[in-house]
């Protein structure tokens, strides 16, 4: 199957900085690109849509000054938690697909700890 | 708006038994539909997808699942688990055409050897 890569897969972070966080399609160009976060035990949360070239949908909820998505090319989509707080401490997932009627892949996630 | 429900939050079998996960989906137009596995450490990997066509659909590892329009419902099912099954399984749906893809709660499942 296609390879959707997420960077990095760890990071900590002191509260206030910025952490971004990317995600690549390997092999294949992803018209569109999902971020999510997922809690422990819990499911996967979507917070915004982003398609190549234009500005991020976002979920109810979600600030988008906070988590700033950029989806500017193909195969690059980058999402940057902005002035991070311990309660953004999660586990981030991406994931792109090719087209509107086809199956998306999944990175491999990022767990962000801010401290 | 589009929402998804799985309805099993936890199931435990023993190995062989026959497994159902039951998935509901709301929603006004066409969907698309999919269940993906989430192995322990491990990214979540598509087990099997409906788009169009035969409403039973074999994915891999031996799963399947029916879409049946009228009950909203893509339950995902295995004649004979194995003890490798266990891992957290969530349906999920967009609509045809694009769109955000919703995910259920999850099902956790887990097979006792």
């Known amino acids: 199957g296609a390879v959707v890569s997420q960077h990095p897969s760890r990071v900590i972070c002191k509260s206030g900085t910025s952490v971004k966080i990317e995600c690549r399609s390997l092999?294949?160009?992803?018209?569109?690109m999902f971020w999510y976060r997922q809690f422990p035990k819990q499911s996967l949360m979507l917070m915004a849509t982003?398609?190549?070239?234009?500005?991020?949908?976002?979920e109810q909820g979600v600030e988008k000054d906070k988590f700033l998505i950029n989806h500017a090319s193909l195969t690059l989509s980058t999402l940057t938690v902005t002035s991070a707080h311990p309660e953004d401490s999660s586990f981030y997932i991406c994931?792109?697909?090719?087209?509107?009627?086809?199956?998306?892949?999944f990175g491999q996630g990022t767990r962000l700890t801010v401290v | 708006a589009q929402s998804v429900s799985q309805h099993n939050h936890h199931v435990i079998l023993s190995e062989a038994a026959s497994l159902e996960l039951g998935c509901n989906y709301s929603?006004?137009?066409?969907?698309?539909l999919f269940w993906y596995v989430q192995y322990p450490g491990q990214h979540l990997q598509l087990l099997l997808k409906?788009?169009?066509?035969?409403?039973l659909v074999k994915g891999i590892k031996g799963f399947e699942a029916e879409f049946i329009k009228s009950k909203f419902s893509f339950n995902l099912r295995k004649p004979s688990v194995q003890w490798s099954d266990t891992a957290e399984y969530f349906c999920?749906?967009?609509?045809?055409?694009?769109?955000?893809?919703?995910f259920g709660q999850g099902t956790e499942l887990s097979v006792k050897p």
């Open positions: 994931s792109a697909r090719a087209g509107a009627n086809t199956e998306a892949f």
């Open positions: 092999d294949f160009q992803a018209t569109t």
């Open positions: 982003s398609n190549e070239g234009s500005k991020a949908t976002y």
């Open positions: 929603y006004g137009g066409t969907v698309n």
């Open positions: 409906y788009f169009s066509g035969d409403p």
């Open positions: 999920a749906v967009n609509a045809q055409g694009g769109g955000k893809l919703i």
